[in-house]
């Protein structure tokens, strides 16, 4: 089952050492309510919203079991080469 988990990041404006205006991230929540409540805590608070693939774990997982096998594929192989000599 593939979908997504939108994830959001929480902002807030502020001086740096120079004066200047910077965007910082200040938290991430998974709730829509709390990025709400964050925004509407003053003018200088935000969210980001990002769609991350809920199966992204899996996929590490898929991506390390083909790294695995190839390093063992290559193995074999030197070992075979080795052998006919």
């Given at each position: 089952m593939t979908g997504s988990l939108t994830v959001y990041v929480l902002?807030?404006?502020?001086?740096?050492?120079a004066g200047e205006i910077?965007?910082?991230?200040?938290?991430v929540t998974l709730s829509l309510?709390?990025?709400?409540?964050?925004?509407?805590d003053g003018v200088a608070n935000d969210f980001e919203?990002?769609?991350?693939?809920?199966?992204?774990?899996?996929?590490a997982a898929t991506t390390d079991l083909?790294?695995?096998m190839r390093?063992?594929?290559?193995?074999?192989e030197e070992m075979?080469?080795?052998?006919l000599r």
């Open positions: 902002t807030a404006l502020s001086l740096d050492s910077t965007n910082k991230n200040v938290g309510h709390e990025a709400d409540l964050h925004r509407g919203t990002f769609q991350i693939d809920s199966n992204w774990q899996e996929d083909v790294v695995a390093t063992f594929r290559s193995i074999v075979q080469s080795k052998a």
